[in-house]
């Protein structure tokens, strides 16, 4: 009698152990891995249509779809004013919504101090770098400006009358641009103008309403060698694409040297689920032989970057462009 209750109680006993181990398996959360999307994504572009950034945010989406790596698809939505202001405090306004992501320039870091933002940089959520983009001198064919002592000689006859495109105000087109102004002695001699995307300014110097700009390699491309032609690159080393073109280190110039991001980040605040779901949907498209073709045939620099190391290379990108701000007397 008694080993029949001893083994009812161990089977009792055994009942309630794995209802216990249900309910807890059903409590624990899933694993990040687990977590998508589950509508669609907001995929912001700190800039206007037609330039680089937007190309480039409309290619990551094309890549994305035609791989099928997202259950839900990323929507491109252009917010250019204010230098990047706009997209940036519109993505502070989403803190915690894991379903807004930012294509991300350098004036994630020039806009905030120059516009005294209420947002900087460690207010997001870093996600992933794809790349580093690099800068040349244009010019116009028609000019015959093949060097940059031609350039500065051109730029000084017309006595303040020259004019330099570039995508927005205060962004990287007008920091390169006083940059080489600060290089080459032409302090007020360059008149920037500013348009709302690259593509834009790379047509204007083309069809001959600008004197120069500072376009990157993919924005000026369409209109090479027969409407706008590079006199030297803004890089340590020549850019592949351009084997002919010298860079300013080679001109005496080693200081010209320039990058510009194309990364992603996200709200401050999101589940950390979300943020290696972002994470890994990025590491695949940057590895992607699409992404490789894309970034060798534009002369990008492929930059695959994500988690610490990523939040440690904005820390420092932010203190250079602070300090490259502070030199030209734009900030104190």
């Given amino acids: 009698m008694k080993s029949r209750k001893a083994k009812s109680r161990y089977t009792n006993l055994w009942v309630m152990a794995l209802t216990l181990l249900v309910a807890a398996a059903w409590s624990v959360p899933k694993a990040d891995a ?19 950034a937007d ?4 290619l990551m989406q094309k890549i994305v779809t035609e791989n099928n790596w997202s259950p839900q698809p990323l929507v491109p939505i252009n917010k250019k004013g204010g230098s990047g202001a706009e997209a940036m405090l519109y993505l502070n306004s989403k803190k915690g919504n894991p379903h807004v992501i930012l294509v991300t320039l350098n004036s994630f870091f020039t806009t905030p101090a120059l516009r005294n933002l209420p947002v900087s940089y ?19 064919k028609k000019s015959g400006i ?10 000084r006859a017309k006595k303040g009358k020259w004019t330099m495109g570039g995508t927005g105000k205060m962004q990287e087109d007008q920091l390169v641009t006083n940059m080489l102004s600060q290089a080459y002695g032409l302090k007020g001699l360059i008149t920037y103008v500013p348009f709302r995307g690259g593509g834009t300014v790379a047509k204007n110097l083309a069809g001959g309403h600008l004197d120069s700009t500072v376009n990157n390699p993919a924005e000026g491309l369409p209109h090479t060698p027969n409407k706008m032609v590079p006199i030297a690159a803004l890089t340590p080393k020549r850019i592949p694409a351009f084997p002919n ?8 110039k080693p200081q010209l040297v320039y990058y510009m991001m194309r990364s992603i980040n996200a709200p401050g605040g999101i589940p950390t689920e979300a943020t290696a779901w972002y994470s890994s949907l990025f590491t695949k498209l940057c590895n992607s032989s699409t992404w490789k073709t894309y970034t060798k045939k534009k002369a990008l620099n492929r930059a695959c970057l994500t988690g610490a190391p990523l939040g440690a290379f904005f820390a420092e990108e932010d203190v250079k462009h602070k300090k490259l701000l502070k030199g030209m007397g734009l900030i104190k």
């Fill in 146 to 155: 093949t060097t940059v002592d031609q350039w500065a000689q051109a730029v």
């Fill in 55 to 58: 190309r480039i945010a409309r």
């Fill in 34 to 52: 687990a977590w998508k999307p589950s509508r669609p994504i907001q995929f912001i572009i700190m800039a206007g249509k037609g330039g680089g």
């Fill in 245 to 252: 073109v010298p860079t300013f280190a080679e001109l005496g």
């Fill in 122 to 140: 460690k207010n997001f959520t870093p996600i992933y770098r794809l790349a580093m983009d690099t800068f040349l001198l244009w010019v116009n």
